[in-house]
């Protein structure tokens, strides 16, 4: 099972996970891809998370389901390595959040999403689940992925770097938040994806 996790104010419309969904399609390697719309809630995001891998793990002909890979972008990011630590799966997180209520504290108020003006409030009480999910260090470093931009311009990437310095990791120079030249560093996710696909099972 491949779970894929969008950003704030993101979607499962977003460019990078069309092009994986498209990716991993194509690659007709039986995969099961998923890849929901989060609520703006972090507790609820993550519950739907647990949700959502359990059902693919219960499901008919689970070897399509399992072993669960997650890829996090941005703020999805930031949920894959919680959910990563917590299932001891492998993960992609690409230009991820660190420190998620740091970050999000500004971001209280109403907002729209990005592919359908679709309102949303993000309350105070979301910036205490967030730092309620706060991982430390990783604890399984060889299950990890980075991806990161020096072009950032909305994280910082050398935090990315110091934090998941023992993972296997791209920095990319340049590009941006959105990574908008991913389909010339896809292959490397993909590449990451196929490995962790043959890895032992964990749940």
């Known amino acids: 099972m491949i779970l894929y ?33 989060l609520p703006a809630g972090p507790q609820d995001a993550i519950n739907l998370c647990h949700n959502l891998i359990k059902a693919g793990a219960e499901s008919p002909g689970n070897a399509a389901a399992k072993p669960l890979v997650i890829v996090g972008s941005s703020l999805g990011g930031f949920y894959a390595a919680w959910l990563a630590q917590y299932y001891r799966a492998h993960a992609v997180l690409l230009n991820p959040v660190v420190q998620a209520a740091r970050d999000l504290a500004g971001q209280v108020g109403e907002h729209t999403q990005y592919h359908s003006n679709e309102p949303f409030i993000f309350l105070p009480q979301y910036v205490s689940e967030l730092a309620s999910l706060q991982t430390g260090l990783p604890t399984d470093p060889d299950k990890l992925f980075l991806m990161a931009c020096t072009g950032d311009e909305v994280l910082d ?13 791209r920095i990319i120079n340049g590009s941006d938040h ?3 030249d991913f389909e010339r560093w896809m292959p490397e996710v993909l590449n990451f994806i196929s490995e962790a696909s043959r890895a032992p099972d964990t749940l």
Not at 12 to 33: C, E, F, G, I, R
């Open 5 to 37: 996790l969008h950003g704030f104010r993101s979607s499962p419309l977003s460019t990078k996970a069309q092009m994986l969904a498209k990716a991993v399609a194509d690659a007709d390697t039986n995969h099961l891809w998923v890849c929901p719309q």
């Open 178 to 180: 959105g990574i908008s």
């Open 157 to 169: 990437w050398k935090e990315m770097a110091r934090t998941y310095a023992g993972c296997a990791s």
